[in-house]
């Protein structure tokens, strides 16, 4: 791309400051440069002069790429061949003339070196209370490490709690982790998680709309809420208040199509209210296993799993076949023992195992892994079985 | 009702063991004498003569009766004014030409002095896995002292684990439960709950279609679970593992068209694989508290409540309204206290305060219970709220 195009392109986004669905319509149709041109000379319609006044003064666009650069970052726009537009095609399915907040974004501030296109192809958003309780961060955990050993990545806010056990989990888990911001990517919010947010930049990506110093505001949470949701396959809702910011994002997830999935928890936890609530009012559909995401979200199983007996070895996947095959007749292992005799690695081990035992082939327990013989009742409650 | 008919009766239900559709047809057709008299010669349609022919020669009426009587019971006839007609009306919606044993019971062996019509009038079954947990023990008592409150009786089967929990903790509220057998009365099934089972006969109910002196059976335990339901408004899941028979006393309430309700667990219990399952295929809805079961399945609010904002003040309850009254301006207070302020007994203020926490009037925490005073956010997630 030429300088002077992408110069433009930050000008626009340094303008624009969040979601324009009017200028990121009006960038289609003539160019990012004469976009740029035009917003300077405020020879706009209507709509766009009036929401463009107040900043179409503000060029700093040579300074914050300048400054993007030395942060090893990137401004990914529209033109690139990186630009996600596979995923954010969903945003095309929302009125935006009714809310024009609602739209793509214009360009993206990235930092790391990955593909934002391959780390999104397959990923889940796991977002969730900044009050996390011990088990929410524990069952963020699992799901994350099963799903990163399943090669997705896991897409989220990089706040506290829930957020941030999910992006951590990745990382540990080897995996692919993708951090939306609500603020420029030169700024670490919260600044508790800026070693975090650091780590990410290093094996992931950080990825924001806003320009480099662009402080955090409440209506940029959400509108980031939305982009949490826009490159996420399904969002994951582990434990949400009653009112918590997690339910935007699951809200915006619903507005783009795509499954909303909410782990229940105990009753007596006020840290899974939100996640009843969803399920309760049908807003989200129950999880319980990184399997159920797979199922609810992951492309090839959608609408293609038997509903009756479990599906048959031989279409097993490559993976979870040699993971069944390891595993002995009789008795029970542990993963680690399942990695060696498999050949498999630790995460692609974990991965394998939920897939399984979601086909009724493999079962756990205190012991470990082993296979189920042939399904039987596992358990009376004195009304006997059927 | 006469000596003979009453013997016409227990003979009926000592042969047929167990429900029988035809024969409950020919009765309603020629009365229970009439009906016995072609038992005892065969002179029945090829059906009933096949069914009753293994049985008929059993005529232990008197000594049956006799026997019930000396344990201070007595056998419930569609005749009787106290037959639990309005509830048992579900079983003709089933078609039982198919399904001879889906049909309502022949007549109720029944120990305790109350009425069975009056106390499942409004009936909750609260089934669930034997192996039930901490958390499930502890759930179940919370949603059966709830439900007490607003004098709701318990259903259950007896059984370890959540049955014999929940019968428990309507008796230790002072409330009315009825337990259902897969045996005859005089049989104490689980012998480790024979304390229990007299406990529910002198307080409550013990119940069973099958005669004096039936022993338990896998295929009595599951036409129990249908008595279960048939006798319940809705049928609550505490906890069950991923092939417990509590699911099958849910299906029966499916096939009633009663509420099917479960609550959700830690997705890292066994004991609430069942629960979760049901859940997410649609067979049951997510309850996390009393109000929940009140909504589901209460006469007065089903269909009637607004979605929108909370019911208004005036539209509480007498009970409601006083210890919503009863509540300090600021500040929390115990249930304890609050029933000395309201001037309502201890079970009635349980009962009042899910419902005002469900319209968003009540709010509780670690000191006790307070008023809300409008609708604010209770946390955030770092996505900050709507």
Redesign the interface.
């Known amino acids: 791309m030429s300088d002077s195009r992408l110069l433009a392109w930050a000008y626009l986004s340094q303008v624009s400051l969040g979601p324009c669905a009017p200028l990121a319509e009006l960038v289609a149709a003539v160019g990012p440069e004469d976009a740029a041109h035009a917003v300077r000379e405020a020879d706009l319609p209507e709509v766009l002069r009036t929401r463009t006044a107040a900043r179409r003064h503000v060029d700093t666009a040579a300074q914050d790429l300048e400054r993007l650069h030395r942060l090893g970052g990137r401004l990914l726009t529209p033109d690139d061949e990186d630009w996600p537009a596979w995923k954010l095609l969903a945003f095309g399915g929302i009125d935006t003339r009714r809310d024009r907040e609602a739209s793509a974004p214009l360009a993206l501030w990235i930092v790391g070196s990955g593909s934002l296109s391959d780390l999104t192809e397959r990923a889940v958003g796991v ?5 996390a309780s011990g ?1 929410g961060e ?2 963020t955990t ?1 799901f994350v490490e099963d799903l990163s050993g399943v090669g997705w990545t896991t897409v989220s ?7 941030g056990v999910a992006h951590r989990s990745a990382l540990a888990a080897g995996a692919s982790t993708v951090a939306v911001l609500a603020c420029g990517v030169d700024r670490a919010y ?1 600044a508790g998680h800026a070693r975090l947010l650091r780590e990410i930049a290093e094996h992931g990506l950080v990825v924001s709309e806003y320009p480099m110093g662009t402080t955090p505001a ?1 209506h940029r ?2 509108a ?2 939305r982009l949490v949701a826009g490159l996420s396959d399904a969002v994951l809702v582990v434990e ?10 699951a ?1 915006w997830a619903a507005r783009l199509g795509r499954p909303v999935l909410a ?6 936890s ?1 840290a ?2 939100g996640c ?2 969803m ?2 009012d049908g807003e989200a ?5 990184a399997a ?1 995401v797979i199922e609810a979200a992951g492309p090839i199983t959608v609408g293609e799993r038997e509903s009756g007996p479990a599906r048959r070895l031989d279409a097993l996947s490559v993976i979870e076949a040699q993971v069944y095959e390891a595993l002995p007749a009789t008795g029970a292992v542990g993963v680690r023992e399942l990695s060696e005799s498999s050949g498999q690695p630790l995460s692609a081990v974990r991965g394998a195992l939920p897939a399984l035992e979601m086909e009724g082939l493999v079962a756990q327990d205190d012991t470990g892994w082993f296979r189920v013989a042939s399904p039987g ?10």
């Open positions: 977002v969730g209370t900044r009050a088990y524990h069952v699992r806010g990089a706040a506290y709690g829930i957020d919260p409440r949470f959400l980031r809420n949400a208040g009653v009112r918590s910011g997690a339910r935007n994002t809200a782990v229940p928890g105990p009753v007596t006020a899974s209210v009843h609530r399920i309760r559909q129950l999880v319980a296993r159920d009742r596992d358990e009376g409650n004195g009304h006997l079985t059927t």
